[in-house]
């Protein structure tokens, strides 16, 4: 009998690897299952390596995150109206010219061999996460596939909505700074030099202000081409350091303890927290495994770690809500939140209901920050900008009153 090199998920979560004789791929497939394993990927070791190098090739199918959307809101729709997994990935293969189209016919050509759809769609692209996997795995496992696609799609369509969200709230702020960096180029590199003539006819002793202008457009226009290789020695240094972990590591400390910054991604993990460990509670994925899941699709390297020390504690028998309060990974409110669900025993459907109340928070989180931010800039630009108006109309007014005289 052929052997065939396998790769599957037990039922507490771990991955086997090893290998197992059969008649044939789907044969191997059923008796995985009955010694209680889930197949993730099953080939040939005669063909391992073709197999390898193909799987390679499809791995480079690279989608959007509106593609990646849409496949989950047509696979959705097209399981609740009554077809199965390898008939709603024909169907989205023949509609569809795109990338999903394509993805879809690759994924059931998988499915087709016998492979589940979670591991095809780790085959076949890796836009798919370990999250949003491991969400298609626990619909599979319970048979509900069409609810937890559903569901799969709301979280992706509600974080598309706070990425956006915070995006927009950086726009005006960034858009204050470059205008307000413009201006004050324009007048250092263009309007202080033509005044210089004037000043230096008067005889008249310039302001404090307008000679550290004169030095700065001096040195602009001497030294342009020593500053841009200094910006680009300095682009290419933090560029190469940005991925170091002390880089990472102090750039995700600094986005938690600043200002204003620190609530709006304060209250962003938050809602991603609850989103998250509440769709997978409510697909089936036990409290352990969630968070690990939870903790995988964490970006902030601090609040990581504090996961990470969550799930010891909670490995260790402690209450989920106990163990948020200690590593302090929430705030006062969440926690509330998460021990009404542990008493009552429906922590699934309070985090789901806390998540819909917290996009409201985040959005007004978000108002009142930019509120903030944005008078703050106003003020400073104004200052500095005004400033330099106001010592360059008032040298212009003192010249020409000298020289009438």
């Known amino acids: 009998m052929p052997a065939f090199a396998y790769q599957a998920l ?37 063909a391992e390596r073709e197999k390898e190098t193909e799987a390679d090739a499809e791995t480079t199918l690279h989608l959007k995150k509106t593609d990646v959307i849409r496949f989950t809101e047509d696979m959705g729709d097209l399981l609740a109206s009554g077809l199965q997994v390898e008939q709603a990935l024909q169907a989205m293969e023949n509609r569809s010219a795109s990338k999903v189209g394509r993805l879809a016919g690759k994924a059931r050509e998988l499915v087709r061999d016998g ?43 509600l974080m598309e909505s706070v990425q956006a969200k915070v995006t927009g709230a950086l726009i005006y702020p960034a858009f204050l700074i470059t205008s307000g960096s413009a201006l004050a180029l324009v007048m250092v590199l263009y309007l202080l030099p033509k005044l210089a003539t004037l000043l230096t006819g008067s005889g008249r002793e310039p302001p404090l202000m307008i000679q ?17 290789v200094f910006v680009a020695l300095l682009v ?69 770690n504090s996961l990470t020390q969550a799930e010891a504690m909670v490995q260790e028998g402690a209450s989920l809500s ?3 309060k200690k590593t302090g990974v ?17 922590l699934a459907t309070v985090l789901g209901k806390a998540a819909a109340r917290m996009d409201t928070q985040l959005s007004r989180v978000i108002e009142r920050v ?9 003020l400073v630009m104004a200052a500095f900008v005004g400033g330099m108006v106001w010592s360059m109309v008032n040298i212009v007014f003192s010249t020409l009153q000298q020289l009438h005289r």
């Open 322 to 324: 106990s163990t948020m």
């Open 212 to 228: 550290a202008s004169l030095t700065l457009s001096a040195f602009l226009h001497d030294w342009w081409w020593a500053l841009l």
């Open 10 to 46: 037990s039922a507490d979560g771990s991955v086997k690897n090893g290998s197992i004789e059969a008649a044939d791929r789907g044969d191997a497939i059923r008796m995985l299952a009955r010694r209680g394993l889930q197949a993730r990927s099953i080939q040939s070791q005669a």
């Open 330 to 346: 929430l705030g006062t409110q969440a926690i509330d939140v998460i021990r009404i669900g542990e008493d009552t025993g429906q």
């Open 370 to 378: 930019t509120a903030l931010i944005q008078p703050v800039l106003l």
């Open 236 to 304: 290419v240094t933090l560029f190469g350091a940005h991925k170091t972990p002390a880089f990472q590591s102090a750039w995700h400390r600094l986005m938690i303890v600043t200002p204003g910054i620190r609530d709006i991604n304060r209250a962003r993990f938050e809602l991603q927290f609850f989103e998250t460990l509440g769709s997978l509670l409510r697909g089936g994925v036990p409290l352990l495994p969630a968070l690990e899941l939870v903790r995988r699709a964490v970006t902030n390297l601090h609040l990581k």
């Open 115 to 157: 492979v589940p759809l979670s591991a095809a769609l780790r085959q076949v692209s890796g836009s798919f996460d370990e999250l949003y996997c491991n969400m298609v795995a626990a619909g599979e496992n319970s048979g509900a596939l069409d609810e937890i696609m559903d569901r799969q799609a709301r979280h992706l369509r």
